[in-house]
């Protein structure tokens, strides 16, 4: 059975920076593509970043590029998400995703504030 949990949500004030975790389980998880996704309040779920399973290959959205880095730890079974100079308009729940299976997390809360 696939699972997949995000932790490491939280409050932070306007530039500070966070790390999201989603730990992995009930498939081989280096073979696959990984996504982050995040949706805020009152809008549509919206993609973040994603990494491909077989070449680490990464792709950032617009509004996150140059502040966000998506990686991962295989041997950990685990997906991440480095966020710095977080903006308040980075406020969401984000959600890990599997693209390729339609799989998703439950989402952890990021809230950017002073």
């Known amino acids: 059975q696939v699972q997949l949990v995000e932790t490491g949500g939280g409050l932070v004030q306007p530039g500070g920076s966070l790390r999201l975790s989603c730990g992995a389980s009930?498939?081989?998880?280096?073979?696959?593509?990984m996504a982050w996704y995040r949706q805020a309040p009152g809008k549509s779920r919206e993609p973040v970043a994603t990494?491909?399973?077989?070449?680490?290959?990464?792709e950032y959205s617009d509004a996150v590029k140059g502040r966000f880095t998506i990686s991962t730890d295989n041997a950990k079974r685990t997906l991440y998400l480095y966020m710095t100079n977080l903006k308040a308009e980075d406020t969401a729940i984000y959600y890990c995703?599997?693209?390729?299976?339609?799989?998703w997390g439950r989402g952890t809360q990021v809230t950017v504030s002073s």
């Open positions: 990494i491909q399973g077989y070449d680490n290959t990464a």
């Open positions: 995703h599997m693209p390729d299976a339609g799989y």
């Open positions: 009930g498939f081989s998880f280096r073979s696959y593509t």
